[in-house]
């Protein structure tokens, strides 16, 4: 070959791929691939998100002051130690960077977020994959791979795809038995979801130790998926390393907007989750009821799964989509025998429901 050599591992990964946003033939779409809020935005998002076409021709303030003082104000955070990113993907790389490199180790849990692997590799470093338990995050697995070359865990609570998560005394035993040079990372990016009593997003530890990040995202409850917004709160020390990295207007003047909007609107918020809480659980039940199994979640999504009526995830997919209703392949995951399905409106889910109930039958 000539031509530029890429860095090591660049080749070794295996590029993200998101749900599917297309049905050739289809009527309507019933787009439950990507996790993205069954509501849509925020009106007061919308009308922010307007607002500000006049002044497009403007850089965006590359600190974010106001989004940082509003996502503080709504959080209960100090928005000193708030970095704001283009989607906490870019969080998730920017950390990497920082953080691992070549001959050292990143781990995560087996069926975690895609990207944590990606990040991984995109810096140079090796990424590591602890079992889980009953598709929740096991922490004495993964602090039995931390070594002297492990330099940032990634732990997804609640996790995507498995929508399982883990308690606050479960997260702080995994960070006590962290030796000091590891990060870890929470991504916390479907906390909003979770009425669990035992839950926290990790903001107390990001408070107690230099060690912790915890990252958040606009793309779930705040619907803003498409202006790409996320954000991390974390010691000084790793906020000073991330802005001295990150691009310095790395987040638009209209996602910024929308944000603060979006955090404003507390009754949206409130109706999202109680919706999503009902739709989910009525929905979990009439899969049950088909002889699936629907995994415990507590995010906006469900993980189903088929092999206990031994029929292919991938034939039910299929059966979706030539009705119009798009779902996520497990596959990628380690899950060949799920398929993980979004929860939409409720009158979205009665007709996923009586599609999957005829593809059983049939």
């Known amino acids: 070959m000539t031509g530029p050599i890429p860095n090591p591992g660049v080749l070794d990964i295996a590029a993200y791929v998101g749900g599917e946003h297309s049905a050739p033939g289809a009527t309507r779409l019933i787009r439950l691939a990507s996790n993205e809020g069954a509501l849509g935005p925020s009106a007061k998002a919308v009308e922010a998100f307007k607002a500000v076409g006049p002044d497009i021709h403007r850089y965006p303030d590359g600190g974010a002051a106001k989004l940082r003082g509003a996502i503080g104000r709504r959080f209960g955070l100090d928005p000193a130690r708030i970095v704001c990113g283009n989607g906490s993907d870019e969080i998730l790389h920017l950390l990497a960077q920082a953080y691992a490199g ?20 995109a810096s140079g470093a090796t990424p590591v994959a602890a079992p889980e338990k009953d598709l929740r995050t096991d922490v004495d697995a993964l602090l039995a791979r931390v070594n002297d070359r492990t330099r940032i865990v990634y732990v997804a609570n609640p996790n995507n795809p498995t929508g399982s998560y883990i308690s606050a005394a479960e997260m702080a035993r995994l960070h006590a038995g962290l030796p000091p040079h590891v990060l870890l990372v929470i991504d916390a990016a479907y906390a909003e979801y979770v009425t ?26 705040f619907a803003l998926g498409g202006l790409r917004l996320g954000w991390m709160y974390a010691p000084a020390g790793v906020v000073d390393a991330i802005n001295r990295i990150r691009g310095p207007f790395n987040v638009s003047s209209a996602a910024m907007a929308a944000g603060i909007a979006a955090l404003e609107d507390m009754a949206f918020q409130e109706r999202s989750r109680s919706e999503n809480e009902a739709v989910r659980a009525r929905f979990a039940t009439a899969v049950t009821a088909m002889g699936l199994t629907a995994h415990p979640s507590v995010g906006n999504f469900v993980l189903v799964d088929f092999a206990g009526i031994g029929r292919p995830a991938e034939e039910a997919r299929l059966a979706l989509k030539a009705k119009g209703i798009l779902v996520r392949q ?8 799920c398929l993980r399905i979004t929860i939409g409106t409720a009158e979205e889910m009665d007709i996923v429901s009586d599609a999957l109930d005829a593809w059983v039958r049939s």
Do not use: C, Q, W
């Not at 839950?199 to 107690?208: I, N, P």
């Not at 497990?330 to 025998?337: D, V, W």
């Open 102 to 121: 070549p001959g050292t180790e990143v781990l995560h849990t087996r069926h975690g977020f895609l990207v944590y692997p990606i990040a991984a590799r």
């Open 196 to 221: 669990a009593n035992d839950y926290t997003s990790g903001a107390e530890l990001v408070e107690r130790f230099p060690n912790v990040v915890m990252t958040r995202t606009f793309s779930k409850i």
């Open 330 to 337: 497990m596959g990628a995951y380690g899950l060949p025998t």
